[in-house]
């Protein structure tokens, strides 16, 4: 059975739940779990398909085609976010459940992984529109979802407004306030301070502490962004403003640029909200895409699309350290060549958990109804993200292994401890 996952996933190389599962096969080779364990982890415990109906603004009906992976809740109740986009896949959904089983588990904070997704272009909808759709997702999955089974959050092109309106009918289906049930909130309904940033502030603690392992002074560093939107904009103004990076290349969907002096990252964003995309950014010069990932630099940067680093570029690049800010920017034969080149690899659901752990620091902040300043946030933010690049590194070393590995070592091994104290395994 293991095989033929394996032969698959060749073939398919570029599917994101194969890879999901070859990555995690790799793990429990490494360390000798039994063929019954890997299959026990290898898919999600339910899968849930749903379908919207809905009458839009102009009286014409509309169906959307929804979905919810909950991978595993061995070790608390289950947390991710849901994503609207029009090429959402029950494979992207399904791998970035298990990959968010793996996030919490190697920053050992007490949740399990689940993911939702809208197949839907919310550009494409008015505010209404959106509400209704926010609405009708969450009173499908309301006996699936709650503050103890599962809890969403905001992903791609969903954000805290949407959060709210869920949060709101999930609340008037139960009849009492639940506000854990949603995190990524706005402030005044139980957010908390530095959700906005916790992505990119969580990558940069494992950046530092990457730096300091490479012995690269930061101020003298420079950083390519590949994915210029909310994390990697946000990434750039906290290594530029607070450790003295340069960055000399950022891209969006619609173009790549660079500029070896370095770009202001304010100027950058201002700009791209003027114009819709960072492409002719002033003083700077055009580049591919493709060419922006293989530019000469300390600290690359994957903050977008999925398998941006495969096996034909992996060769290509030049960073000393990649940290992935996206969800699954590199496909295992990537790994290989890059573990290979010496390259050290910060792996998403390490690098980018930032997220999930300060949506964990709203979940206990609403339970108990006491907020915390920024300050208190980020102090706590710094000392798990730190701690969980280091066990990261060491077990690496433990294992002989990629970073990568390390971390699914770390995070397979608490998840299937709490499956055996449970009695499931």
Request: aromatic letters at 8%.
């Amino acid at each position: 059975m293991i095989e033929e996952v394996i032969v698959n996933t060749q073939q398919e190389e570029l599917d994101p739940f194969k890879i999901a599962q070859r990555q995690l096969y790799n793990a429990c080779k490494l360390i000798g779990l039994e063929q019954d364990v890997y299959q026990s982890l290898a898919e999600p415990e339910k899968f849930i398909e749903i379908k919207i109906t809905m009458k839009m603004d102009d009286g014409s009906i509309k169906t959307f085609k929804g979905f919810r992976s909950q991978y595993n809740s061995a070790r608390g109740p289950m947390k991710g976010g849901i994503r609207w986009h029009p090429e959402e896949s029950e494979s992207l959904v399904k791998a970035l459940s298990a990959w968010m089983t793996w996030k919490c588990a190697c920053v050992s904070i007490p949740l399990g992984g689940a993911k939702g997704g809208i197949i839907c272009n919310p550009k494409e909808l008015s505010e209404n529109e959106l509400q209704k759709l926010a609405r009708n997702y969450i009173r499908k999955l309301s006996g699936d979802v709650g503050p103890n089974i599962d809890v969403p959050a905001p992903d791609v092109y969903t954000n805290p407004q949407i959060m709210a309106w869920m949060m709101d009918e999930y609340e008037t289906i139960i009849g009492e306030h639940a506000p854990s049930v949603i995190t990524g909130k706005p402030i005044e309904l139980g957010g908390s301070e530095g959700r906005s940033v916790a992505t990119a502030k969580g990558g940069t603690y494992c950046i530092r502490e990457a730096a300091i392992d490479h012995d690269i002074d930061l101020k003298k560093s420079t950083v390519v962004i590949q994915g210029y939107g909310n994390a990697g904009s946000h990434v750039a103004n906290i290594l530029h403003n607070e450790y003295g990076c340069k960055i000399i290349g950022i891209s969006d969907s619609k173009g790549a640029v660079y500029n070896t002096n370095g770009i202001e990252p304010y100027d950058a964003l201002a700009y791209k909200k003027e114009t819709s995309s960072v492409v002719g950014l002033q003083n700077t010069e055009p580049i591919s895409n493709e060419k922006l990932l293989e530019m000469e630099c300390d600290i690359l940067i994957p903050a977008a699309l999925e398998n941006v680093i495969k096996k034909k570029n992996a060769k290509n690049i030049k960073a000393k350290i990649v940290a992935e800010l996206a969800n699954g920017p590199t496909t295992p034969d990537a790994d290989d060549i890059l573990y290979k080149n010496g390259v050290t690899i910060i792996p998403d659901f390490l690098c980018n958990a930032g997220g999930v752990t300060v949506s964990y620091f709203e979940m206990v902040q609403g339970y108990y109804l006491h907020f915390w300043s920024e300050k208190e946030v980020f102090e706590s933010l710094d000392k798990i993200m730190s701690k969980a690049y280091r066990d990261t590194v060491n077990k690496a070393k433990e294992y002989n292994t990629n970073n990568r590995m390390g971390a699914y070592i770390i995070a397979i091994q608490r998840v299937v401890n709490a499956m055996k104290l449970r009695g499931w395994i």
